[in-house]
């Protein structure tokens, strides 16, 4: 089968989230497939986005400039130019492709609608409800007519069903996996490293995690709190027991060897997050054997056995259960070891690149 692959993301961008996304998926399609790469990344529409700026700053209901009706034809018209003597195209994400018309089957896959999008990430109420349905009624027809639909939970299957009124029979949850080389085993041996991790350090809970952690140093003063990602800022990184390792680039080598020494010995990981659709990270750790406290929210429960491979919490903002789970894994050595055990084992069998690309692969290769 020959395939065309076409995204927004250059493959120089991979050091995770959506562009390690983008970099695994196109690397398993290329070795089963004769797979041709395509980048379609448009300008932004200039008029639309000053016009939103504006409403916005006189607190006006605005247009979503990102997919404006001019964007989309652009996309769509770069596509054009792309069509060839292909068997089927591959589509990277959802939304910027909803004006393409292909002419041969179509895949496409992608974390969340962009319906689901909208809810978690924005204000909805910021934008006019006939410029977001403008949006959705296009996704939810381009979806529909797309041969399959990857999504990377079944949360997030689920949610595009609801919101767009679809059955979803060319839906399919594939899951997803970490962007970091799997070590061939478990090296953590001893420190109590709680890990807060992300590129943003409010909307992921970042104050809750070091509320948790000072009220906990003081009655186990041998634990500390790694913070990677995004600066949180001098006063954060003056309390004791916090240290702030800084950001780390995967794409670069020396980046990506210190994080992997992070990661392998890391006590336990720590994600109150209010923000989210499917965390890698969480995958990520457990490659390493590391358990992890997350929000019960979004797909994290698909990652995160409760009780099992780590705690999932209720309230994400409640800094005293987080400190109570913490504490759990201090004072219970022989369960944590299991749960470490247990996190390593599950993200093996069913949470990696290898198994993911599979499943896409055999899904295409059943049409």
Known sequence: MRLAYITNTSLK????????????????????????????????????????VLRKRFHLKRDY???SERRLTDVGNQFEDKKGEFDAYFFHGFTQWISTQPDKPYYCFNDACFATYV???????????????RIYKKEANWLKNAEKVFFRSE??????????????????????????????????????????????FIPKGGRVVVEAFQTLKKSYDFINLWIVGEDPGEKIKEVN?????????????????DLIKIFENTFALIHPTL???????????????CVSIASDRFAIPEYLIDGQTGYLIKDPRDPNELRFWMEQLIINPEKYQSMRVKARSNALQNNTWAIVGARIIKAINNY
């Open 13 to 52: 961008e991979s050091s995770g989230g959506g562009s390690g996304v983008n970099f695994a998926t196109y690397n398993h399609l290329k070795d089963s497939f004769d797979t041709d790469y395509y980048l379609i990344n448009p300008k932004p529409d200039v008029m639309s986005k000053i016009k939103s």
């Open 65 to 67: 400039h990102h997919f």
């Open 119 to 133: 809810e978690i990430y924005n204000d909805k109420n910021e934008f006019k409800k006939k410029d977001l349905d």
């Open 155 to 200: 949360w997030a299957l689920n949610e595009t069903k609801k919101a767009y009124n679809l059955g979803g029979n060319n839906f399919l949850n594939v899951g997803v996996g970490g962007f970091i080389d799997i070590p061939k085993e478990d090296k953590y041996t001893k420190g109590f490293n709680f890990l807060f991790i992300s590129r943003e």
């Open 241 to 257: 027991g916090v240290e702030y390792l800084g950001f780390f680039n995967k794409a670069d080598k020396k980046d990506k060897k």
């Open 275 to 289: 923000k989210d659709t499917n965390t890698l990270v969480i995958n990520e750790l457990s490659y390493f054997g």
